[in-house]
């Protein structure tokens, strides 16, 4: 009997309870889980996986906002969330941040140029324009400048409304114009990263 336990025979259900408790074995200190825990899949409606979206847009597709907690969705701020894959896209964080600022704001300095084709990071910060009297004082990750923007000075590029680039060369001389005939997109970028 010197390889066996003493208790090894013994069949009795209240020694057997005994010997096991909170789901070890007495004798071998092992580990044996009662029961195993696997979570649900998470719920990933396809009209939330293609742009930012607010909590009454969630709840309309059967989400909560514990929901939305789960690693299948991040945080933009101001109340917009997005599929964790694409929340680092900067056309989405621009789509999230037009939500969260009045309607009359409009993007400008780097983040206009990046919109107009430029390559620089138009979201560190996301600046934008807006008008004298708007009441809008401070978001997060926002640079908020104030002017008056006319309509003419204003285009749509990439869905989002910028600036054009007359108006940011006026505004923010480090930022070079986009000429048609003398310098390549590639130069102007260039030029653009060294000014600022």
Not at 96 to 108: D, Q
Not at 155 to 162: E, I, K, L
Request: charged letters at 20%.
């Amino acid at each position: 009997m010197c390889g066996r336990s003493a208790f090894e025979g013994f069949d009795s259900p209240l020694f057997a309870t005994l010997l096991t408790l909170n789901g070890q074995d007495a004798i071998s200190r092992v580990h044996r889980p009662r029961f195993w825990v696997v979570s649900r899949a998470p719920r990933i409606p396809d009209a939330l996986t293609t742009g930012p979206f607010n909590l009454e847009e969630a709840g309309r597709h059967g989400l909560t906002k514990n929901h939305l907690l789960g690693a299948s969705w991040r945080r933009l701020g101001g109340g917009c969330y997005a599929f964790h894959a694409i929340a680092h896209d900067p056309n989405v964080v621009l789509a999230a941040a037009v939500r969260r600022l009045r309607r009359k704001a409009v993007f400008s300095g780097r983040t206009a140029a990046w919109l107009h084709g430029l390559d620089l990071r138009p979201c560190e910060p996301i600046e934008v324009t807006l008008p004298l009297g708007c009441p809008t004082s401070r978001l997060v990750g926002v640079a908020v400048r104030r002017s008056t923007v006319d309509a003419g000075e204003t285009v749509m590029r990439r869905g989002q409304p910028a600036t054009s680039v007359s108006n940011d060369r006026r505004s923010r001389p480090s930022l070079p114009a986009i000429r048609s005939g003398g310098s390549s997109r590639h130069g102007v970028a260039q030029e653009a990263a060294r000014a600022g």
